[in-house]
């Protein structure tokens, strides 16, 4: 067991910048494959590089330090070596199953990483670098990770500050077949067109300064760009407003949405500002219908959350501790049916040298046939009891 090692990066030590210099473009994850295949012959690895991680999942029986040296050596970054995690036998194999079902991610219950746990472990396969105990391990890993999905609510409720602030508008209304406008064209936009695609949401409009930014997003998913300058003549059809800018002032006063809503007959109308500085007056709640919410608020939802997923966490432990106790007996196992291989090989290669010595001196035994097959037979119970007797008690020292 105390094969198994990992070691890297993450996002529990290192900053965004420091994780870069392991992408580094010219370190491509195939190249990190080709040297350490020549480093270490006898190994066995997979390597997961992400922006969140980049880690290297080992079965080797080199010791760690050996290990550590060389991959401070390879990558030859400054002041990384106080950053590097590692970790050995049980704690290892502990450690690749709560990666592989995001207990360990940045955002604890995020799907993306075991998509890309399984890309790894692909590229492994395909590179001749994952040994069978590497395999059955990452088996283990991925069926325990469906156990956890399907055992806890991990994945449910949002963490990310947009989908938190449109699960707001959802206590207000069903967001399926509403109209939604959407200002700014950034990440914090895509995360909300894809949250309300799936939400199936009636229309989503794009506004933007830069209309080609804006019209990029709604290709995307199929929705319409318009310039911001255009936003007061769609404002009476939407149902709910976005707001992501970069602006320094409100984009969305009281005064155009007191006229929107007269329009609308005060129609219910959901402002989501996930701005700072807010772009979006905060006097708007005091017209009739109208739900607006701010980063504080989306922010004190994210933070419920975040705490939901952690606990659903907690309890996805168990699983992992399961999934780690039966690594462990297979890897016993599947010592001792090796241990027991070895020792049988040896056993018949013995008896069959001292047969062939005897009947070389002994000539009479070959020329009596049934003599010779009882000979033969009796060597054959001999093995048989001894292999029995052996097999007992390497079974038992497992157990002990």
Known sequence: ???????????????????????????????????????????????????NRFEIFFDS?????????????????DNIENLILTSEGEDAIKHIIKVTASLDSMIVGETQITGQIKNAFRESKDL???????????????STTKKVRQNTKL?????????????????????KQ???????????????????TAKKSNEIIIANRTIENASKLAT????????????????????????????????????LISEVQKIRKNKP???????????????????????????????????ENIAFRQSEADKALSYID???DNIQSWLKNRGSSELLKDFKKTIDQIFEQELSKTIKKKSWIKADPELHRNIEGLIGSIKSKVMTEYKKKVFKDDKS
Do not use: W
Request: aromatic share 8%; glycine share 4%.
């Open 269 to 303: 109308l959901v402002l989501i500002d996930v701005c700072i500085p807010r772009n979006i007056e905060e006097t708007c709640s005091d017209i009739n219908g109208v739900f607006r919410f701010d980063i504080d608020a989306i922010g004190n939802l994210r933070d």
């Open 61 to 77: 029986d080199q010791s760690l330090n050996t290990i550590k040296n060389y991959f401070l050596d390879f990558f030859k970054i």
């Open 220 to 255: 995307q998913f199929n929705g319409k760009a318009i310039h911001i300058d255009r936003i007061n003549a769609v404002l009476k059809n939407c149902d709910l407003i976005f707001c992501a800018t970069a602006a320094t002032k409100p984009v969305i006063k009281k005064e």
């Open 155 to 175: 994945g449910e409720k949002s963490v990310s500050i947009a989908q938190s602030g449109i699960d707001l508008a959802s206590r207000i209304f069903e967001l």
């Open 178 to 196: 509403k109209t939604i406008l959407i200002i700014g064209a950034g990440q914090m936009s895509r995360v909300a067109c894809q949250y309300l």
């Open 322 to 324: 399961q999934a780690t």
């Open 1 to 51: 067991m105390k094969r198994i090692k990992c070691i890297g990066v993450n996002h529990h030590v290192a900053n965004t910048e420091q994780r870069e210099m392991l992408l580094d473009e010219k370190l491509s994850t195939e190249k990190v494959y080709t040297e350490f295949k020549r480093q270490f012959s006898n190994s066995g690895f997979i390597v997961v590089s992400t922006c």
């Open 128 to 142: 001749d670098a994952c040994t069978p105990t590497l395999q059955k391990i990452m088996e283990i890993a991925f």
